[in-house]
T-cell receptor, first 115, second 115 residues
Framework: AQSVTQPDIHITVSEGASLELRCNYS??????LFWYVQSPGQGLQLLLK??????LVQGIKGFEAEFKRSQSSFNLRKPSVHWSDAAEYFC?????????????FGKGTKLSVKP | DAGVTQSPTHLIKTRGQQVTLRCSPK?????VSWYQQALGQGPQFIFQ???????QRGNFPDRFSGHQFPNYSSELNVNALLLGDSALYLC??????????????FGAGTRLSVL
């Protein structure tokens, strides 16, 4: 069955430090890939998406993600974290065929930012 | 441009009751998906509506049902509520199409508490 794994439940970084959030997926082909962010009491905001082509994807708020087919990974990065980036981050995959539009989410990584 | 709007924001019900949650999609979107997000988990796909019909369904019992109206808004109904139905219910909207329906925009959600 298809699945998404986010190995880190909680990460704390200092403001201004770099960030990398990990995401691995299990699927027979290359799925569509997404990162969403959820602030407390809010819905999910789409940060970036990958469908095909260039494996380095730029998103909003200075985030980027790199797709690595050989590792079935889609890690999220930011060179310099701001206090406002504290939130929960979800990796998701979208599937081909009959399940299109059925996004499968990881369990999320909570990001805390130290001043 | 209004985003995805959901009502109510919070809801408290008792076991065995029935509940209806409402969603208005983003302007120009005609596909609506519903997700359940339990505490500490990622969202789980419930079902998707397009052209007033349920197009896909996740692994949820028949107690969960929905409807889409001609103006593309949607309702999620849950009958015979269980304690385990307590969660944040998220609505997402998208454009139709093989790739487009994977690009989903989420509302802030309805927090349902079942006592």
């Amino acid at each position: 069955a298809q699945s998404v794994t986010q190995p880190d439940i909680h990460i704390t970084v200092s403001e201004g430090a770099s960030l990398e959030l990990r995401c691995n997926y299990s699927y027979g082909a290359t799925p569509y890939l997404f990162w969403y962010v959820q602030s407390p009491g809010q819905g999910l905001q789409l940060l970036l998406k990958y469908f095909s082509g260039d494996t380095l994807v730029q998103g909003i708020k200075g985030f980027e993600a790199e797709f690595k087919r050989s590792q079935s990974s889609f890690n999220l990065r930011k060179p310099s974290v701001h206090w406002s980036d504290a939130a929960e981050y979800f990796c998701a995959v979208g599937l081909y065929g009959g399940s299109q539009g059925n996004l499968i989410f990881g369990k999320g990584t909570k990001l805390s930012v130290k001043p | 441009d209004a985003g995805v709007t959901q009502s109510p924001t919070h809801l408290i019900k008792t076991r065995g009751q029935q509940v209806t949650l409402r969603c208005s999609p983003k302007s120009g979107h005609d596909t609506v998906s519903w997700y359940q997000q339990a505490l500490g988990q990622g969202p789980q796909f419930i079902f998707q509506y397009y052209e007033e019909e349920e197009r896909q369904r996740g692994n949820f019992p028949d107690r969960f049902s929905g409807h889409q109206f001609p103006n593309y808004s949607s309702e999620l109904n849950v009958n015979a509520l269980l304690l385990g139905d307590s969660a944040l219910y998220l609505c997402a909207s998208s454009l139709p199409g093989r790739i487009a329906k994977n690009i989903q925009y989420f509302g802030a959600g309805t927090r349902l508490s079942v006592l």
